[in-house]
């Protein structure tokens, strides 16, 4: 049981320092909003952006958060 808990919290700290990466690796959001309001918004990059690596971050970055708090939660309960 004290190996798993010290798996665990390896691969909790690898997934910490990923997550703070990849954030600090995206764009800012107010660039987006400024080209939206100008009516810019529906472009061929907007419709593929799942394709970019933008999006890939942004993907990437959702299924770690769900895997830190599933992490967390796994540990606190230990």
């Known amino acids: 049981m ?10 909790f700290v690898i997934v910490c320092l990923i997550v703070s ?5 995206q764009e800012g959001k107010s ?4 080209s939206t309001i100008s009516g810019v918004g529906e472009t061929f ?3 593929n ?11 990437s970055t959702k ?3 769900v895997a830190f708090f599933v ?7 230990m």
């Not at 990466?21 to 690796?25: E, G, Q, S, T």
């Not at 952006?49 to 993907?59: D, P, V």
């Open 2 to 11: 004290a190996a798993l808990k010290i798996v665990l919290t390896v691969l």
């Open 21 to 25: 990466v990849i954030v600090l690796l």
């Open 31 to 34: 660039a987006g909003l400024s």
């Open 45 to 47: 990059w907007s419709k």
């Open 49 to 59: 952006k799942s394709r970019t690596l933008e999006g890939k971050l942004e993907k």
């Open 63 to 65: 299924w770690l958060v």
């Open 71 to 77: 992490l967390a939660l796994i540990l606190d309960i």
